[in-house]
């Protein structure tokens, strides 16, 4: 039961063994410690399958174990975000906010009974837990006896907006949209939205895939700024997304990807004659609603290139009006932003992959440190969000786009400028990293765990490194050095190592492998490409076919086929 980089995630049928989410959900409560006692939880879900079950088993444990309150969302949904955003925002009838919440979500797996279910934790601040609490859990894990609940009580009716008394608790299920709704409104100019919206030139599409952040996208996107609800593609919460896999990438969002005009692997399509023009923005969201995609017209934008672009254009939303004061990227998320950072002057830190480090950095001055807000922050796989919640926020980000078109569109007489004049007008301004993931799911996990052994070997002895130099040199490259990336927390000082091993090459280029924490059989290995080219000029080609050499290269020196058996990956981002 040791959490990953985003809680514990396994198959629904290892939850629905004997005992096994009881002792999960115990642990967490038990890692309270006497705050629980008559404490507030924000309890909910991404809507997958098991989700509604286990909820009524937490209420009653969190009766049995001394909980004051459980706030808990409508259906049994809350995102993410929203779950940061409620235990920030919303406050009991005696002022008092949420200590915990617990967010039943496997993020952007696949659902249903044969699939993936997951449960990971929220602190005071709204924040995932740190590595000092999931450790603290995972303790637990290991001597845990038994665990309190409280039989014969009644299920909560969860579709139902009202109080029920669970064992002398307070049970209050509550609309999942109210709180965060209303932090939006104070971080966007939602009547310059509504204006974008409106124009007649203007058309977008939104794609929940079946998952949790359809009902924000209704309530946003729709009531709030007035767009066409035929614009919304699977925004209603389905318990296995549909069949489908709720990871907004160019793979799995292929309906949307075809609708603005690309192929799966980012190509333009040949226009059909006589079709209407694909829309002008379009986005996707996984099953929990904190990862987003962006699309332009028959125009991509990598996540890398999203957060710097955002960072570079950072005044047109109003939460960053006076300016970004630091700024925050996970390790294999490229330097895209770090050159923003440089010529705009905020601080930007590297971290490794998981929100729990931005969310330290962002609760800084809380915890004795300096003051970083306004912030942002994003990882490459999809996640971007900003210090108005301690989650990475998928809808937030849509809003973020649609307030940098908005502003570069204030004139309703000139031509609209889409997403892809605004990222190569950033190309030409800051250089261009190219940059690309190629993500070998479902590897045996030994054959993985093998590979980066041998790295870390390589990283640490001379004589080991000659063969990946070798084999790197032998496709025209000249590997330098490899290191495993390690971290020291500049707020708590927590020290995470092995976050993913680094090979540099003499010309500039690197390559990083790293193992997913996210998957719940097996192995993910994910290996990140990047490239700089400061004089982009007429080369604007595509980034996988820009980087196919340099794949090869780390490739043959991480001897991947060889520990994987994989020819392939499974998804090239």
């Known amino acids: 039961m040791r959490p990953g980089t985003s809680g514990l995630r396994k198959k629904v049928k290892v939850w629905q063994g004997e005992h096994y989410l009881e002792n999960f959900v115990q642990c967490i409560l038990e890692a309270q410690g006497d705050a629980l006692k008559g404490a507030t939880l924000v309890v909910g879900g991404d809507g997958r399958y098991h989700n509604s079950a286990a909820i009524q088993t937490i209420i009653r444990m969190a009766a049995a174990n001394g909980a004051g309150q459980v706030w808990v969302g409508q259906g049994g949904l809350l995102s993410t975000p929203a779950v940061s955003a409620m235990i920030r925002e919303k406050r009991g009838a005696e002022g008092e906010r949420a200590l915990l919440g617990i967010v039943l979500t496997a993020s952007h797996n696949p659902g249903g009974p044969t699939e993936d279910f997951g449960i990971k934790f929220n602190n005071a601040a709204g924040s995932p837990a740190t590595e000092l609490d999931t450790e603290a859990v995972y303790a637990l894990t290991q001597t845990i ?34 709180d965060y709704v209303r932090l939006l ?41 007035g767009a066409d609800p035929a614009c919304l593609l699977r925004c209603e919460p389905l318990e296995d997304f ?12 292929d309906d949307l ?58 005044q047109a939303i109003p939460h ?7 700024a ?32 330290n950095l962002m609760d800084s001055k809380a915890l004795g440190g300096p003051d970083l807000a306004p912030f942002l922050c994003g990882e490459e796989s999809f996640g971007t969000g900003s210090d108005h919640v301690r989650e990475k926020d998928g809808l937030w980000a849509v809003l973020a786009w649609l307030s940098i078109l908005a502003e570069r569109n204030g004139d309703p007489g000139a031509p609209l400028v889409g997403v892809g004049d605004v990222v190569r007008e950033h190309w030409a301004r800051f250089g261009r990293n190219y940059y690309a993931r190629y993500d ?12 980066m052994e041998a790295l870390r070997a390589a990283a640490d002895d001379s004589a080991a490194f000659a063969a990946p130099a070798a084999a790197a040199k032998q496709r025209g490259f000249e590997l330098v050095s490899i290191d495993d990336f390690s971290y020291t927390d500049p707020v708590d000082g927590s020290v995470s190592a092995r976050q993913g091993v680094r ?31 400061g004089d982009v000029g007429a080369t604007q080609g595509r980034a996988s076919e820009e980087l196919r050499p340099l794949a090869e290269a780390a490739l043959a020196a991480a001897r991947l086929q060889e520990f994987t058996g994989r020819e392939a990956p499974t998804v090239i981002t």
């Not at 006896?145 to 002398?168: I, M, N, Q, R, S």
């Not at 549909?242 to 969002?253: I, M, R």
């Not at 690309?262 to 399509?269: E, H, M, Q, R």
């Not at 070998?440 to 590979?451: I, L």
């Open 328 to 359: 925050a990227r996970s390790m294999p998320t490229s330097a895209a932003l770090d050159r923003v950072g440089a010529a705009l002057g905020f601080r930007v830190f590297e971290t490794p992959t998981g929100w729990k480090f931005f969310g």
């Open 503 to 533: 090979m540099a090459f003499a010309s500039g280029e690197r390559a990083v492998f790293r193992l997913s924490g996210t998957g719940s059989e097996g192995a993910t290995v994910r290996v990140y490409l990047e490239r700089f080219e």
């Open 257 to 314: 990807v075809a609708r603005m005009g690309l192929a799966a692997d980012g190509s333009v399509l040949p226009a059909a004659e006589g079709a209407a023009e694909p829309p002008v923005f379009g986005a996707a969201a996984d099953g929990d609603g904190d990862r987003n995609m962006v699309l332009g017209r028959r125009f991509f934008v990598t996540p890398s290139d999203s957060l710097a672009v955002i960072a570079a254009n950072a």
């Open 185 to 225: 409104r104070r971080t966007f100019d939602f009547g310059r939205l509504r204006a974008l919206v409106a124009r007649p030139d203007f058309s977008m599409v939104y794609d929940a895939m079946s998952g949790a952040a359809g009902p924000y996208a209704k309530r946003v996107l729709v009531e709030e700024l």
């Open 145 to 178: 006896a038994a665990y309190k609940t409280l039989d014969g009580t009644p299920d909560v009716d969860l579709e139902t907006v009202g109080v029920t008394d669970v064992g002398g608790m307070r049970v209050e299920v509550v609309d999942p949209t109210e």
């Open 242 to 253: 549909g069949g489908g896999h709720p990871d907004p990438n160019l793979t799995y969002a």
């Open 440 to 451: 070998y799911e479902g590897c045996g996990a030994d054959g993985a765990n093998a590979m």
């Open 320 to 326: 960053f009006k006076d300016g970004l004061k630091a």
